[in-house]
């Protein structure tokens, strides 16, 4: 059967939506790469934006450097977030070493704006408690050499008292020596 003019013709024509057509305009890509590593990046396309915030926190945590893109058409990307994963997991292994080591926790104004306070921070604490690790040590040695001097002294006052006590030998009576009267002309 043919088709007649009238149905032949649409009945109904979609009206056309006034949006960008270009595709995969609503990507996002995730770039993920490791120091030990470096010529073999992670990289994840995705139209799910949730998505990749989660692997770029997944690869963050991980110590990856982690770079966060938008797709802007024709396969060009915008950079929206660059983090260092690294950096960050050295900063929360400082933070742990700080309260496993029992120093006190980073004030708030050190050095607020820096990327490595919590690293600075720790290395100060441990080259100040190693100062007074030696400070005690240099203490502790002179205490011992005045203590070892202290008891000699008082093992050689105990072993020579009474040797101290009497008066010189020739003093004494009996080691006395006779004057002898002489004249002066046998000298």
Do not use: C
């Not at 770039?31 to 997944?58: G, L, M, N």
């Amino acid at each position: 059967m043919s088709p007649t003019p009238k149905s032949g013709r649409p009945q109904h024509r979609r009206r056309a939506v006034a949006t960008d057509r270009t595709k995969n305009v609503t990507m996002w890509r995730v770039e993920a790469s490791w120091d030990h590593r470096p010529d073999q990046p992670v990289i994840i396309r995705t139209a799910d934006k949730k998505r990749a915030r989660r692997k770029v926190e997944e690869f963050t945590d991980k110590g990856a450097y982690v770079i966060f893109q938008e797709h802007t058409g024709w396969d060009t990307w915008r950079t929206l977030r660059e983090v260092d994963g690294a950096a960050l997991v050295a900063e929360r292994d400082a933070e742990q070493a700080l309260a496993t080591a029992g120093h006190p926790p980073t004030p708030a104004n050190y050095r607020p704006d820096a990327d490595d306070r919590q690293r600075t921070w720790l290395a100060w604490m441990d080259a100040r408690a190693e100062a007074d690790r030696r400070a005690a040590e240099e203490a502790a040695r002179v205490q011992a050499e005045a203590d070892a001097r202290r008891r000699r002294l008082a093992a050689e006052a105990r072993r020579d008292a009474r040797t101290l006590m009497q008066p010189p030998a020739i003093v004494r009576p009996e080691h006395r020596r006779q004057a002898r009267h002489i004249t002066g002309a046998q000298r």
